[in-house]
């Protein structure tokens, strides 16, 4: 089945430096959405991109889709303790019906100030 | 309402016993999803609902797990003969249309632990 893999599954940072995660999937995707989850918390949707080669930008956070649709990958500038949690890739397959997301295992994130 | 909401936010239950888990989605909304968080773990899909039709329960893990929306908004979550390897935290999410652009909006969760 379709499977989609996040690395890394821990960074550490110092604040100020920059981060990225990156996601790839078996499969070909119709589009991705980024979530972030803070300890004890739900996933919150931050993105989603749909068209090949797309680059999103939200204030410090750059989120990218692959010309493929088979990769994508948020890269944050300048951390801040703010920034702390859990980010989770999701794709939705090209088969897929109704929308179910295929999620990363995520990528936690903890921000030293 | 203002957003997805879940109860009972906790539950313990012992092997073998029966639990029934709520989620109210955002009113209006057409679709409902199911998953499935386990510690350190993503999210993973184990049902869906496009109004009171579930037109997807591939993800669901055994036979002992049912969902139901019988009027097109609530939904419960059902798991029989509880196990062990059932606890989790159970999210529910919901979205506006059917669509597979469609943003989806989680709940805070509901946190199983079977002893």
């Known amino acids: 089945g379709q499977q989609v893999m996040q690395i890394p599954q821990y960074q550490h940072v110092q604040e100020g430096e920059d981060f990225t995660t990156y996601c790839n999937s078996s499969t070909t995707l119709s589009n991705i959405q980024w979530y972030k989850q803070r300890p004890g918390g739900h996933p919150v949707f931050l993105i989603q991109l749909v068209k090949s080669g797309e680059v999103k930008k939200q204030k410090r956070l750059t989120f990218q889709f692959g010309e493929a649709k088979k990769n994508s990958s948020l890269h944050i500038t300048a951390t801040q303790t703010t920034d702390v949690g859990t980010y989770f890739c999701?794709?939705?397959?090209?088969?897929?019906?109704?929308?179910?997301?295929?999620f990363g295992q995520g990528t936690e994130l903890s921000v030293k100030p | 309402g203002a957003g997805v909401s879940q109860s009972p936010r906790y539950k313990v239950a012992k092997r073998g016993q029966d639990v029934a888990l709520r989620c109210d989605p955002i009113s209006g909304h057409v679709s409902l999803f199911w998953y499935q968080q386990a510690l350190g773990q993503g999210p993973e899909f184990l049902t869906y609902?496009?109004?009171?039709?579930?037109?997807?329960k591939s993800g669901l893990p055994s036979d002992r797990f049912f969902a139901e929306r019988p009027e097109g908004s609530v939904s419960t979550l059902k798991i029989q003969r509880t196990q062990q390897e059932d606890s989790a935290v159970y999210l529910c999410?919901?979205?506006?249309?059917?669509?597979?652009?469609?943003?989806?909006?989680f709940g805070p969760g509901t946190r199983l632990t079977v002893l």
């Open positions: 609902f496009q109004n009171e039709a579930q037109l997807d």
């Open positions: 999701a794709g939705r397959g090209i088969y897929n019906q109704g929308g179910k997301l295929i």
């Open positions: 999410a919901s979205s506006r249309l059917a669509g597979e652009e469609d943003t989806q909006y």
